[in-house]
């Protein structure tokens, strides 16, 4: 066991290179132009390279009205350099055909427009806010629902936390949040302890990474008081074997009334990772029971083998 884990910490060390590296160049805030679904997420990977103005299938129609059935649209949040399409290529159209108007934004870009989740997450939540109110005022519905992955869970639970998004969102799920903060197998903490490292990352990887490490400022203030905020369903998803949030626990929300989902607790034999979280049909169903909890049924589950899918991750990111 001990040799597959040491090879499984030093593709997170590759992967996280390959990931936060800057992209071709920044799309716009609610990017529309039409591509196709993708079964998994190094093939979105690639085709947002060269797409990089791609909206996740079904997703950022204006004119999508919302049905008794499903009121509420649903506002997509990616994750670190990434785009709405990188990470939400499969789970947009699976809420579309569910009957959801589903959105999704691009966030953060960087000054050099060549990366997204690069921001400050108070600036981006201010996006998302914005975004929110467009499309409350285009659709006609009195409140959305947010589903945030990774970094775009911060975003999302800044924005309902601390800018007055609970008025507006019934809702929040995160998938692979860093409520706590993540370690990266204890990469964070070293950095965090060396004068002047943090501000590096920041200036190279984006403050918005480097306000996610465990025990920043902005978690800590952004939890104090409690991690969650009354009238909005909160529901975490996290996995034990998350290569980027550890411990795992950091992913769940401690306060009362809060929904913790691990997959492992469901599906035992899926040991599905960080960076292949939104391409997981464990991980989306469980995502879909929580926003649509009426028709909420057990996933199918599916066998991951540990790190299955990072190696492909990190190819494409290059």
Aim: charged content about 15%; some cysteine.
């Amino acid at each position: 066991m001990r040799g597959p884990r040491r090879s499984l910490i030093t593709l997170v060390l590759v992967a996280a290179a390959a990931l936060l590296a800057p992209s071709a160049h920044a799309g716009p805030l609610m990017p529309i132009a039409a591509a196709p679904e993708q079964p998994d997420h190094a093939d979105a990977i690639r085709y947002a390279a060269s797409n990089r103005d791609a909206a996740p299938p079904g997703a950022n129609d204006m004119g999508c009205k919302p049905t008794a059935a499903h009121p509420n649209p649903v506002v997509l949040v990616h994750g670190t350099d990434a785009t709405a399409y990188s990470d939400w290529a499969s789970f947009a159209p699976i809420l579309k055909a569910a009957g959801f108007c589903v959105f999704a934004i691009n966030y953060g870009t960087s000054p050099d427009g060549k990366s997204n989740g690069y921001g400050v997450i108070e600036d981006s939540a201010a996006q998302l806010k914005s975004m929110t109110l467009s499309i409350l005022q285009a659709t006609g519905a009195g409140a959305v629902d947010v589903v945030g992955y990774s970094q775009g869970a911060a975003v999302a639970r800044y924005f309902v936390n601390r800018l007055g998004g609970s008025y507006v969102v019934d809702r929040w799920v995160g998938i692979a949040s860093p409520t706590y903060g993540g370690t990266m197998y204890g990469v964070a903490p070293v950095v965090q302890a060396v004068p002047g490292a943090t501000g590096v990352v920041a200036g190279e990887f984006g403050p918005g990474l480097a306000q996610l490490m465990a025990g920043s400022d902005f978690l800590e203030r952004l939890n104090a008081g409690g991690d969650t905020v009354p009238g909005v369903e909160y529901t975490s998803i996290a996995t034990r074997v998350d290569e980027v949030i550890q411990p795992y626990t950091n992913a769940l929300l401690r306060d009362p009334g809060a929904h913790n989902i691990v997959v492992q607790d469901v599906c035992p034999d899926t040991e599905v990772a960080h960076f292949t979280f939104t391409y997981d049909p464990t991980a989306l169903r469980l995502a879909l029971n929580a926003l649509d909890p009426a028709n909420a049924r057990p996933p199918t589950c599916v066998p991951v083998p540990l790190g299955a899918g990072i190696l492909d991750v990190v190819l494409a990111s290059h």
